[in-house]
């Protein structure tokens, strides 16, 4: 009985929590308010026409929609401020910067993208001709089975923000218990694919029927396909991480759609920013102001000012 809830229940399960919970997400963070107008920019600010501004500056100080869009896809798939936060140290009198994190954080990022792609495939029957030749760029042929490269990067570059986590003492000061548990289930869920595909070597039929039956659900409950016993760990890794990704930092993949200081406009000089946890703000007449302070109105009136409002 184990077989059928790990196979069917857990991860039809851990989908439904994860719909629910990026929703619940997207939804809170979509209604919030933006009371202060606080993108982050570092490049000249769009100002008079003469005054020259570069691609640089108008991806760090976007000045109308478009640039942001400009500056958002270099944040997604270019990690630009991860480039530009570094530190940077003198030794000698020379400037040394040192992106090393910038460099691992793409290198493991851009490989788990591959391999979430590469697994596409075990849903779908014929399995379409892209996915074919990405599988086929990514691997070297000159061991069986072939080895995929983004297997091994993305365990090196998540090893080392792990590791980095782990050792340096700024960072070690200001992680949480939920800092390390990603990682960690992301590295289970590496390691146990490496193992499944280079050690084990586990048939993957049962692991297709399995896929196909779950994504068009007709998943035989009483009987479903026999997997190996460690694509039953992974799946369960696997079905654990999605089930907690709404509800951990991992949720900065869609929350940096939202974040005010990448996906505003800096146009302060343009446009008012209008706050809108205001109060609605009610005047009153002039008459009104006249009775509320008659007496000082009075004698103001008879010093020979006259504050009364023109009319023409």
């Known amino acids: 009985m184990i077989n059928p809830f790990l196979e069917v229940v857990v991860p039809y399960a851990a989908f439904a929590i994860f719909v629910i919970g990026v929703l619940y997400r997207i939804v809170t963070w979509a209604s919030s308010a933006v009371p202060l107008k606080i993108p982050t920019t570092s490049g000249q600010h769009g100002t008079l026409p003469f005054i020259r501004r570069t691609i640089h500056d108008r991806i760090d100080s976007p000045y109308n929609k478009w640039e ?41 990022h ?30 070297i042929k000159a061991w069986v089975p072939a080895i995929y490269v983004t297997g091994l990067t993305a365990l090196i570059g998540l090893g080392y923000l792990l590791l980095r986590r782990i050792f340096l003492g700024n960072e070690r000061t200001i992680s949480l218990p939920s800092d390390y548990l990603a990682p960690i289930l992301l590295l289970s869920i590496i390691i146990s694919g490496l193992l499944m595909r280079y050690i084990y ?38 079905c654990i991480t999605i089930a907690y990704f709404p509800f951990s930092k991992l949720m900065h993949a869609g929350g940096i759609l939202f974040s005010p200081t990448r996906n505003m406009p800096n146009d302060n000089r343009r446009r ?10 009610v005047g009153i007449t002039f008459e009104e102001h006249y009775e509320n302070y008659r007496d000082q109105m009075e004698e103001i009136a008879e010093r020979g000012y006259n504050f009364r409002p023109e009319v023409e």
């Open 110 to 139: 851009w490989s788990f993208l591959i391999i979430l792609i590469r697994h596409l495939r075990f849903f779908m029957e014929p399995v379409p001709e892209p996915f074919i030749f990405l599988t086929e760029m990514i691997a």
């Open 201 to 238: 070597k586990i048939p993957l039929a049962p692991v297709k029927e399995l896929a196909l039956g779950l994504i068009t659900f007709q998943i035989d409950f009483a009987n479903p396909p026999d997997v190996h016993w460690l694509f039953l760990v992974h799946l369960t890794l696997v």
């Open 272 to 281: 008012r920013h209008v706050n809108p946890w205001n109060p609605p703000y």
């Open 68 to 108: 942001v869009v400009l500056r958002m896809l270099t944040e997604i798939f270019l990690f630009r401020s991860l480039w530009r936060n570094t530190k940077y140290y003198v030794y000698g009198h020379e400037h040394k910067d040192r992106r090393w994190l910038w460099g691992f954080a793409m290198l493991f």
